[in-house]
Nanobody, 124 residues
Framework: QVQLVESGGGLVQAGGSLRLSCAAS????????MGWFRQAPGKEREFVAT????????LYVDSVKGRFAISRDNAKNTVFLQMNSLKPEDTAVYYC?????????????????WGQGTQVTVSS
């Protein structure tokens, strides 16, 4: 079992930055590809970013490319999502997830462990 706890969300003005963290416990995340997803009110959960187990590969949804960066520190058992140039449409609950594979994935169904989420609100 892997427990994931997200932090770093909050209220920020458009154009601002936030850094989300996902702290894992129970097992080392070095065995898992990791991902970030988000869900806005009234919308389905959507893929944001993913990183392979070795950090060699990262993928992003088109709407965040060039603004968001996913990274991981296996020694600290933590995954990060640096979010810059935030827009009101980035407002959502952001979830961290772990996939038992070396490969990154954009598909939520490929992930077996999920955190509870952290709220990100971007004001215009």
């Amino acid at each position: 079992q892997v427990q994931l706890v997200e932090s770093g969300g909050g209220l920020v003005q458009a154009g601002g930055s936030l850094r989300l963290s996902c702290a894992a416990s129970g097992r080392t995340i070095s065995s898992y590809a990791m991902g970030w997803f988000r869900q806005a009110p009234g919308k389905e959960r959507e893929f944001v970013a993913t990183i392979s187990r070795s950090s060699a590969n990262t993928l992003y949804v088109d709407s965040v490319k060039g603004r968001f960066a996913i990274s991981r520190d296996n020694a600290k058992n933590t995954v990060f999502l640096q979010m810059n140039s935030l827009k009101p449409e980035d407002t959502a609950v952001y979830y961290c997830a772990a996939r038992a594979s070396i490969f990154a994935s954009v598909t939520p169904q490929d992930y077996i462990y999920w955190g509870q989420g952290t709220q990100v609100t971007v004001s215009s």
